[in-house]
């Protein structure tokens, strides 16, 4: 399989569940007999489909390559690909923020950083004036903090960072 | 029947300030989940269970309940203003709601779909009621070879949730199953997959795994998309108050047509797996065959709004019967209604047919109650639903993004879930963004340990002749005919395709 096509992200999805189940599958092999009986039962199956997926998935990308090779380079083609260029990069974008806000939640706890986060992504991450992303991050904050906190009487995580600091 | 037992359920709800003040609660939430295109009742249960953690069990299952049942409701407004659906079984409302809208009628259009809404759900509850008696015989008569294999036909029915790909369906619903086993192995105690982590002795928790796979993606992709959620245009059309009314009136002046859609709907909403879409069309087209004038729909016909409307409420009350008594889902949004229940500390089951009967009734009064108050409530705040079509999907994410993190957290209290969480979202938003139908994967997770569970035990008694059992035999009948009905539903599909591309090329 050329380098080009398991970068096709169809392929690449095909080749992660194929990946998944043949993990699994080989895992369930040490487990003892009654244990590793449905595993096995699931994870077999799965395998020899994910495996015919991947290659289904990849005699479609190649085509498709094949014929994006031989046709010329239109402007209706090239509009095309700065479509596809714009949403990887949205989709990087979200990627980033969704990180930002699993790791702000993980390190720092929801009261602190959830109207951090949310001032962040309206402000920087989708350009909202200052007073949305200020209205919002306060919103957010009363809601956690108040509602969850001291109206339900529910103690929320505190982050990673202040269990170490502060025990 | 107890009659009595029936009314004191109803009384658990009107006696109680805490679930009245759910039952209010929950009606317009319900109601903004399904009128914001995009939203939906799924990812409305699951940003709502924070909310209704370490609430009383019985008032955070009427709230959940209550809503879930009244999305459609909502959904029916932007399908009918703007011909943008708000959940996916509104959209046959477009056919006949958008032309009505456009002559001029669009008071009258809503106010059918509202009237048709309430009487559905009320119809729905009923179907439920009537046929609890029948039903309880038949749940407690089931033994571990006959759950075995309801689990297996429940998992058949990925194939009915598996969108355009079969294979691709039944890999997530595989990969939703193989999920399941991870936990201490109920049988030996070996942990498997637990990769030493003790969070994961007990197993994946059903909420996390349901919001990484639903709730995490659709952010991802409402982000992508630029945050356009609803495509509605900047103007929606004006109506009267008289023309609502006059709109409810039509569902009591073709009330042989309401009756008959209401029935069909909660009989569909029993058969796990076939889903919202599949009543609210077939419904649709009842109404078009059993029409006098059928040349009127398309362009504006009432009817053509009650049937899909009535069909989408009242499947609610149907699908709650397979899933609180057999565990098994009628729908991806009651398989996440169930993961709620069990964190509330109410365990869907056979036992409910001998223990839980209680909980069953007050929760049927719970969804019949629910579809009537939201008419009311839609009655006295009409104006304001119409303009949430209008809410910018960028300004949602943030907040359903932490209460999903936060959902997430709660469930069961562990950090760890935010981690399994995140990566869950990535594998969610990739299985979309390249179309492999994501429902089986919570249906595979619920249906795991019942099937293993169910094996082993059916083994243990019987060994492999369980499945030469009366109740087994029809069981494995039912398997077969839902698999020969998917395959022929494909055949007819794709010679139809056929048969489009040759008349294409000889035209």
């Given at each position: 399989m050329?380098?080009?096509?398991?970068?096709?992200?169809?392929?690449?999805?095909?080749?992660?569940?194929?990946?998944?189940f043949?993990?699994?599958?080989?895992?369930?092999l040490?487990?003892?007999e009654k244990a590793?009986l449905?595993?096995?039962?699931?994870?077999?199956p799965?395998c020899v489909?994910a495996?015919i997926?991947?290659?289904?998935?990849?005699?479609k990308a190649?085509?498709?390559?094949?014929?994006?090779?031989?046709?010329?380079?239109?402007?209706?083609?090239?509009?095309?690909?700065?479509l596809?260029?714009g949403d990887r990069?949205e989709?990087i974008n979200?990627f980033?923020w969704?990180?930002?806000?699993?790791?702000?939640?993980?390190?720092f706890?929801?009261?602190?950083?959830?109207?951090?986060l949310v001032?962040?992504?309206?402000?920087?991450?989708?350009s909202?004036s200052?007073?949305?992303?200020?209205?919002?991050?306060i919103?957010t904050?009363v809601?956690?903090?108040?509602l969850?906190?001291?109206?339900?009487?529910?103690?929320?995580?505190?982050?990673l960072?202040v269990?170490?600091?502060f025990g | 029947?107890?009659?009595?037992?029936?009314f004191?359920?109803?009384?658990t709800i009107?006696?109680?300030?805490?679930?009245?003040?759910?039952?209010?609660?929950?009606?317009p939430?319900?109601?903004?989940?399904g009128a914001?295109?995009?939203l939906?009742?799924?990812?409305?249960?699951?940003?709502c269970?924070?909310?209704?953690?370490g609430?009383?069990?019985?008032?955070?299952?009427i709230?959940l309940?209550?809503m879930?049942?009244?999305?459609h409701?909502?959904?029916s407004?932007?399908?009918?203003?703007?011909?943008?659906?708000?959940?996916?079984?509104?959209a046959a409302?477009?056919?006949?709601?958008?032309?009505?809208t456009?002559?001029g009628?669009a008071?009258?259009a809503?106010?059918?779909?509202?009237?048709?809404?309430?009487?559905?759900?009320?119809i729905?509850?009923l179907?439920?009621?009537a046929?609890l008696p029948?039903?309880?015989p038949v749940?407690?008569?089931?033994?571990?070879?006959?759950f075995f294999?309801l689990a297996i036909f429940g998992i058949t029915?990925?194939?009915?949730?598996?969108?355009d790909?079969?294979s691709?369906?039944?890999?997530?619903?595989?990969l939703?199953?193989?999920?399941?086993?991870?936990?201490?192995?109920?049988?030996?105690?070996?942990?498997?997959?637990t990769?030493?982590?003790?969070?994961?002795w007990?197993g994946?928790?059903?909420i996390?795994?349901?919001?990484?796979?639903?709730?995490?993606?659709?952010?991802?992709a409402?982000?992508?998309?630029?945050g356009?959620m609803?495509?509605?245009?900047?103007?929606?059309a004006k109506?009267?108050?008289?023309?609502?009314i006059?709109?409810?009136?039509?569902v009591?002046?073709h009330?042989?047509l309401?009756?008959?859609?209401?029935?069909?709907?909660?009989f569909?909403?029993?058969?796990?797996g076939?889903?919202?879409?599949?009543a609210s069309?077939?419904c649709?087209?009842?109404?078009?065959?059993?029409?006098k004038?059928p040349?009127?729909?398309g362009?504006g016909?009432?009817?053509g709004?009650?049937?899909p409307?009535?069909?989408?409420?009242?499947?609610?009350?149907?699908?709650?019967?397979?899933?609180?008594?057999f565990?098994?889902?009628?729908?991806?949004?009651?398989a996440?209604?169930?993961?709620?229940f069990?964190?509330?500390g109410?365990?869907p089951?056979?036992?409910?047919?001998?223990?839980g009967?209680?909980?069953?009734w007050?929760?049927?009064?719970?969804?019949?109650?629910?579809?009537?108050?939201a008419?009311f409530?839609f009655?006295a705040m009409a104006?304001?639903?119409?303009y949430?079509?209008?809410v910018r999907?960028s300004?949602?994410?943030?907040?359903?993004?932490?209460?999903?993190y936060?959902?997430?957290?709660?469930?069961h209290?562990?950090w760890e879930?935010?981690?399994?969480?995140?990566?869950l979202?990535?594998?969610?938003?990739?299985?979309k963004?390249?179309?492999?139908?994501?429902?089986?994967?919570?249906?595979g997770?619920?249906?795991?340990?019942?099937?293993?569970?169910s094996f082993?035990?059916?083994?243990?008694?019987?060994?492999?002749?369980f499945l030469?059992?009366?109740?087994?035999m029809?069981?494995?009948g039912?398997?077969?005919?839902?698999?020969?009905?998917y395959?022929?539903?494909?055949?007819?599909?794709?010679?139809?395709k056929?048969?489009?591309?040759?008349a294409?090329?000889?035209?």
């Open positions: 050329s380098l080009r096509l398991m970068v096709d992200g169809r392929v690449l999805t095909a080749l992660v569940m194929l990946a998944i043949v993990a699994a599958t080989t895992m369930a040490g487990f003892p590793r449905m595993p096995l039962m699931v994870g077999v799965a489909l495996f997926q991947v290659i289904l998935e990849a005699r190649g085509q498709e390559l094949k014929g994006a090779d031989q046709a010329e380079s239109t402007d209706e083609s090239e509009a095309h690909k700065a596809l260029l990069h989709e979200m980033f969704m990180f930002m806000f699993f790791l702000g939640f993980l390190f706890g929801f009261v602190y950083a959830a109207p951090v001032l962040g992504f309206l402000r920087y991450g989708k909202e200052w007073k949305t992303a200020i209205y919002g991050a919103g904050g809601v956690l903090y108040g969850f906190e001291h109206a339900f009487e529910i103690p929320l995580f505190e982050g960072l269990e170490w600091f | 029947m107890d009659v009595g037992g029936i004191e359920s109803l009384w009107l006696g109680s300030s805490q679930n009245l003040l759910m039952l209010f609660i929950a009606v939430v319900g109601m903004f989940f914001i295109p995009g939906g009742g799924k990812l409305g249960i699951v940003l269970i924070p909310f209704v953690f609430m009383d069990p019985m008032a955070g299952a709230f309940l209550a879930h049942s009244v999305v409701t909502g959904g407004i932007p399908s009918i203003l703007f011909g943008v659906p708000g959940t996916g079984p509104d409302t477009i056919v006949d709601g958008l032309p009505m456009r002559k009628e008071g009258r809503l106010g059918a779909s509202l009237g048709a809404s309430g009487v559905g759900g009320v729905g509850g179907f439920l009621l046929i029948l039903l309880r749940v407690l008569a089931f033994s571990p070879a006959e294999l029915f990925i194939a009915m949730l598996s969108g790909s079969l691709k369906g039944l890999m997530v619903g595989l939703g199953l193989m999920m399941a086993f991870i936990s201490l192995d109920p049988h030996t105690g070996t942990p498997r997959y990769f030493g982590q003790l969070f994961l007990d994946v928790d059903i996390t795994a349901v919001l990484g796979i639903f709730a995490i993606p659709e952010m991802i409402l982000g992508v998309s630029g356009a609803s495509m509605v245009g900047k103007t929606g109506y009267g108050m008289g023309q609502v006059d709109g409810i009136f039509d009591f002046r009330w042989g309401t009756l008959r859609t209401s029935i069909i709907g909660a569909i909403g029993m058969i796990p076939l889903g919202g879409d599949a069309w077939i649709y087209g009842h109404a078009v065959q059993s029409s004038t040349e009127r729909f362009k016909a009432v009817e709004v009650i049937a409307e009535t069909a989408n409420n009242s499947k609610e009350g149907g699908s709650l019967l397979p899933t609180l008594f565990a098994v889902p009628g729908s991806s949004g009651m996440i209604l169930l993961g709620a069990v964190m509330l109410i365990q089951g056979p036992a409910m047919a001998l223990t009967m209680g909980t069953v007050t929760l049927i009064w719970a969804l019949m109650l629910a579809n009537v108050l008419v409530m009655l104006p304001a639903f119409g949430l079509s209008y999907g300004l949602l994410i943030p907040f359903v993004l932490t209460l999903t936060l959902g997430s957290f709660l469930s209290r562990a879930n935010l981690v399994l969480l995140t990566v979202g990535v594998l969610g938003y990739f299985l963004k390249y179309n492999w139908s994501r429902p089986p994967f919570v249906i997770l619920i249906l795991g340990p019942i099937a293993e569970d082993h035990k059916a083994m243990a008694l019987w060994g492999p002749s030469l059992r009366p109740g087994a029809i069981m494995i039912l398997i077969v005919v839902s698999v020969t009905f395959i022929w539903r494909t055949v007819k599909a794709n010679n139809k056929g048969e489009g591309h040759v294409q090329a000889h035209g």
